[in-house]
Every structure is written in structure tokens, then in C-alpha cells.
């Protein structure tokens, strides 16, 4: 019963991550790919730690996958928010100091 | 929670091998770019998939140290991408 | 040897080649920066899980974020931005180049001795092993590496943090950039806050396993390098780079290396030697001592601890 869930699990995690990385590959322009490295491969990444976690050989180690899960959810969310303002504020030419100002042409509030 | 079910070493060398091939596909776009931030993000690609690899291969193999491993991994793969926001961030303001 | 290791084995060929024909330095270090991760993988695959930790918080890591700052200085300057010009730096190439064939020869040459003597090697599965898992129980030092490189080589990692040492001290000596403060970032600094302090018991933790499996101090310096570099780049309130990187800091690590080896050696009976049942302590003290000017040293590397 454990053995088919985590088949499944590892099944739809490879799944993810294959995803997240064609979408590296194939998609047109770096906001789209962001987009698929920063979802994809995490959802991929955390269903392979539950995998993982259910046959851990103790329950600190259980705790460190999860851990790592976690910190690599943040790490990859908060890259992703990073490059993806750099490439905002670089192809529109806006000077760094604009950060929280509204979007260029959206109607001033 | 002690020994493995008997088909889980098959299913996490599968797993370990589809990974291989996504760390493969991964370094078409490193070494293609064509610029520098999507050769940046397929280095953080390399690293969450390195750090899915390296769990795998703690369970697989029997050594906790990888997962310590994986741990660094996923900090330096920020690191890595922080460095490179606000250094951009310096430069285009000077 | 399996079609995985081929794999890496290409793969980091191809990294590294493209990384020296790089168009632009600040590609390179990316490239540098993907080559290290992947050389971390290979380290896993021949077994040396401490070594992997190594490369992946030094190599990947504190290197890879040095070699971006240098190119986003080089950039600059080559930009012309607010600067004065600087000496002339021969990237990209110039027109008209052409390869120096001599040189490639040369290398080429070099590249097959190494490989002609790589090949030559005996598989290690013999007397070097062997010596250390007889003398391991002895050494009281329960990880192999540690006791390697803290009690049967003990003098080579104390030369080796020598180095370190008269190499930060060549750095502090060169002007550093200046460093400009940055618009705030919101996110970045809810994020920094949590990680960095992770980071740091990511560092303590490292240097606790180090005395039963993999780890140590070298690892841990690195990984609390990284801590400080964030918050450096997060432009965090709190500096810690200025006090961290002082001669008092970086020097503490081969000072109490040198005052253990010498007081515990002479209760010992040899220099570098420790009295039997100090040996856990003794190692984890020194450790500790070497963690905190590993990561300073390699602070200290990024210049800019004073504000501009």
C-alpha cells in the first residue's frame, strides 16, 4: 500500500519536474521560464521529499527532508521575485529607485 | 521506518535517472543562454534538481550526508541569485 | 562507471570550455557557478560526500558570487558608467584575434601528461585506507576525514590555514571597490532575515557533524561565508561583514590551532598531539576557532567593509 503511494508520488514528481524543465527549454522568453522553473520544478521537488519522507530511516531525518523542502521552496520563490524584477526594470528602462511605485501606464490611483 | 519495501530501489533509480535527464536538458540552456539570466536560471534549475538528485541518492545509497548536501545546495542556489539581483541592481543604477 | 557518469563527466568539460570562450565575464562566473554545482554531483558519485559539501558552499557558492562581483565591477568599468576609466582589461577579445598556436600545444601537451599519470594511478583501495581505519580508534576521532585532517595531518591543515591567513592579509592590503547602498528591498529582507540565521545553524550544524561523519570546518566557514554574504547583499541593518572581518577575527583560527597543538601537545607528548580523552573537545575548539576565520577569510575577499 506504502509501496504504490509512493510510486505515485515519485511518478507525478518526475511528471513536475519534466514539465518545469521543457517549460525552461521551450518556453519563448525568460519571464515564461521563470514562471515554469519557480512552480513546476518545486511542486515536483516537494512530492519527491514526501516520497522521500515516508521511508526516511528516522524521524530527524523525515524532519530534515521536510527542512530542505521548505528552504528550497523559499529560495526558489524569492529568486524567481529577484530575476524576474531585474528583468521588468531592465527592459523598461525604469531607474531601480521605482520599487512599489505602480506599473508604467496603469492609471495613477 | 527501517528497511526499504522491496520495489523502492527500482522506482527511486528511475526516479534518479529522469532526473539525470533533466540536469542534461538543463545544460542545453546553460550552455546556450542565450543570455545571462537564462543561463542563471538553469544553473538554479541545476540546483533543485541537484538537490532532488542528491535526497534520492541519500535514500537510495544509505548516506545521510547528502542530505546535508542537499541543504547547501539549496542555500547557495539563493545566494547565487541574490548576488546577481543586486549586483545588476548596482551596476544599471551607477 | 555508468552512462550518468559520462554524463558528468561531459557535462563538466563542456561547462568548463564554455565558461573560458565566454563572450562576457559576467557569463563566465555564471557558467563557473553551474560547472561548480555540477562538479559537487560528481564528488557524490565518487564517494566523498565531504568534499561535495566543500565544493558546493566554496566552489558554487563564496567563489561563485566572488566571480560575479568581479565581473559586475569589470562590467562597469568597461561601461564607463560613473568611473573613472581603469587600465585597459583584454575582454572581450579584440578584432582580428588569433588563437597563439604555440600556447595550444602547449596545453595540449600538459593535458595529456595529466592524463597519462591519472591513468597511471593505482586504485586507492589499498595502503592509504588501510593505515587510517587501523589508526582511526586510536586517534579517538570518530569520521575518518576529520581525523585525517586534524590529528594524523594535522600539520598540513595548520600550514594550510596559514596560507589562508597571509592571503587575506595580501586582500585587505588592495583598496576595495566601495560599496553603494541599494533601494530597500521588501521581500529580499523578510526573506534574509529568516535565511540568514538558517544559514548560521546550518554553519553550526556542519561544524557538530563534523566529528562524526560529514562536515567540519572548512564547510562550515563557508556556509557562515554565505550567511554574512546575504546579508551583505540583502543590504540587511545589521553589518555584520565590518566586524567580522577584522585581523583579531581572522587570525583567531590559526592562533588557537597554534596555542592547542603546542600546550596539548607537550600534555600529550608530541607537538599537534592530544592527551587521550581531551581529543573530542580539543578537535571541536579548534574546529569551532577554524570555522569563524574560514568565514571571515572568505568574507574578507569581497572587499567593501568599509562604506563608501
Not at chain 3, 101 to 106: P, R
Not at chain 3, 175 to 201: F, G, K, N, S, Y
Not at chain 3, 287 to 305: D, H, N, P, R
Amino acid at each position: 500500500m506504502l509501496e504504490a503511494l509512493t510510486w505515485l508520488l515519485l511518478a507525478l514528481a518526475a511528471l513536475f519536474f519534466s514539465a518545469g524543465t521543457l517549460g525552461l527549454l521551450r518556453l519563448p522568453d525568460t519571464l515564461s521560464r521563470i514562471h515554469a522553473l519557480t512552480k513546476a520544478d518545486n511542486l515536483g521537488l516537494g512530492l519527491a521529499a514526501l516520497a522521500l519522507l515516508l521511508h526516511a530511516e528516522s524521524w530527524a531525518a523525515a524532519a530534515q527532508i521536510g527542512l530542505i523542502w521548505l528552504l528550497a521552496l523559499a529560495a526558489s520563490a524569492t529568486s524567481g521575485y529577484l530575476i524576474a524584477r531585474r528583468c521588468l526594470l531592465e527592459s523598461h528602462g525604469t531607474p531601480a529607485s521605482t520599487l512599489g511605485a505602480p506599473p508604467p501606464g496603469a492609471p495613477p490611483t | 521506518m527501517e528497511t526499504l519495501p522491496p520495489t523502492l530501489p527500482l522506482a527511486l533509480t528511475l526516479f534518479a535517472l529522469l532526473l539525470v535527464l533533466n540536469l542534461a536538458l538543463g545544460l542545453l540552456r546553460v550552455l546556450r543562454g542565450p543570455g545571462l539570466t537564462d543561463r542563471l536560471l538553469a544553473a538554479q534549475l541545476l540546483g533543485s534538481t541537484g538537490v532532488a538528485l542528491l535526497l534520492t541518492l541519500a535514500a537510495l545509497q544509505g548516506w545521510p550526508s547528502l542530505r546535508d548536501v542537499a541543504l547547501v545546495f539549496a542555500l547557495l542556489g539563493l545566494l547565487a541569485a541574490v548576488a546577481y539581483a543586486r549586483l545588476r541592481a548596482e551596476q544599471h543604477r551607477a | 562507471m555508468n552512462a550518468t557518469d559520462l554524463l558528468l563527466a561531459l557535462a563538466l568539460l563542456l561547462l568548463a570550455g564554455s565558461a573560458l570562450l565566454a563572450r562576457s565575464v559576467q557569463i563566465a562566473s555564471v557558467l563557473f557557478i553551474a560547472f561548480g554545482l555540477l562538479l559537487a554531483l560528481v564528488w557524490v558519485r565518487l564517494g566523498a560526500p565531504d568534499v561535495a559539501l566543500a565544493e558546493a558552499a566554496i566552489g558554487a557558492g563564496v567563489a561563485g558570487a566572488l566571480l560575479m562581483l568581479a565581473a559586475s565591477e569589470f562590467e562597469s568599468r568597461r561601461i564607463g558608467g560613473s568611473r573613472a576609466a581603469g587600465p585597459r582589461l583584454p575582454w572581450p577579445r579584440p578584432q582580428g584575434w588569433r588563437p597563439r598556436w604555440a600556447l595550444v600545444l602547449l596545453a595540449l601537451a600538459c593535458a595529456a601528461v595529466l592524463l597519462l599519470a591519472v591513468l597511471a594511478i593505482e586504485p586507492l583501495a589499498g595502503a592509504a585506507t588501510e593505515a587510517v581505519a587501523r589508526n582511526l580508534p586510536q586517534s579517538e576521532i570518530a569520521h575518518p576525514v576529520t581525523a585525517v585532517l586534524l590529528s594524523f595531518r594535522a600539520y598540513d591543515t595548520l600550514l594550510e590555514i596559514a596560507v589562508l591567513l597571509v592571503a587575506v592579509v595580501a586582500v585587505q592590503a588592495a583598496p576595495a571597490p566601495p560599496q553603494r547602498a541599494l533601494a530597500h528591498d521588501p521581500v529580499l529582507a523578510r526573506v534574509a532575515a529568516i535565511t540568514v540565521p538558517l544559514a548560521l545553524l546550518v554553519a553550526l550544524y556542519l561544524l557538530w557533524a563534523g566529528s562524526s561523519r560529514s562536515g567540519g570546518a572548512f564547510q562550515a566557514g563557508a556556509v557562515l561565508a554565505g550567511a554574512v554574504l546575504l546579508a551583505r547583499f540583502a543590504s540587511l541593518p545589521l553589518d555584520p561583514q565590518s566586524r567580522l572581518t577584522r585581523p583579531p577575527v581572522l587570525a583567531l583560527g590559526l592562533a588557537l590551532f597554534i596555542l592547542i597543538g603546542l600546550v596539548a601537545g607537550a600534555l600529550a607528548g608530541a607537538a599537534l598531539g592530544y592527551p587521550s580523552g581531551w581529543v573530542k573537545p580539543l578537535v571541536l575548539a579548534i574546529e569551532a576557532a577554524l570555522m569563524v576565520s574560514i568565514g571571515a577569510t572568505l568574507v574578507a575577499l569581497f572587499g567593501g567593509s568599509k562604506t563608501a
